[in-house]
């Protein structure tokens, strides 16, 4: 699952800033090579990163996750295609905000997959 793999690469981030210059980033950033390159089009990510959106649907919470987890690791590296990756995904938040009646929901971004039903809040 993509927001899964998200923890995993939150624990790696934070491993980096109490351990800098070790192994912990060079694994960061192993991780995003596999996440950048499954990036849809849209900006958004599949729910099962490696797998069609059209058959297992989108993963707005991952997409929400990976666009704070590759702008924490633009921070560390400095590196342009990770501040793209950010750009893409949160412009798909952006764009996928719930702006309806409920003003409880407003700012949500509505979802729905197969796995985790319907959501908005």
């Not at 893409?88 to 905000?97: G, S, T």
């Amino acid at each position: 699952m993509t927001r899964g793999l998200g923890w995993a690469m939150e624990g790696l981030l934070a491993m980096n800033r109490m351990y800098p210059d070790t192994i912990y980033l060079d694994y960061a950033e192993k991780m995003a090579k596999q996440l950048e390159e499954r990036q849809n089009d849209d900006g958004s990510w599949s729910f099962i990163f490696d797998e069609d959106a059209e058959e297992v649907g989108i993963s707005e919470k991952g997409t929400a996750l990976w666009s704070l987890l590759f702008y924490q690791l633009y921070e560390a590296t400095g590196k342009s295609a990770y501040l793209q990756a950010v750009h893409k995904a949160l412009l798909w938040c952006l764009e996928n905000q719930y702006t309806g009646p409920d003003t409880e929901a407003i700012g949500g971004i509505v979802g729905s997959t197969p796995a985790s039903m319907v959501g908005i809040r």
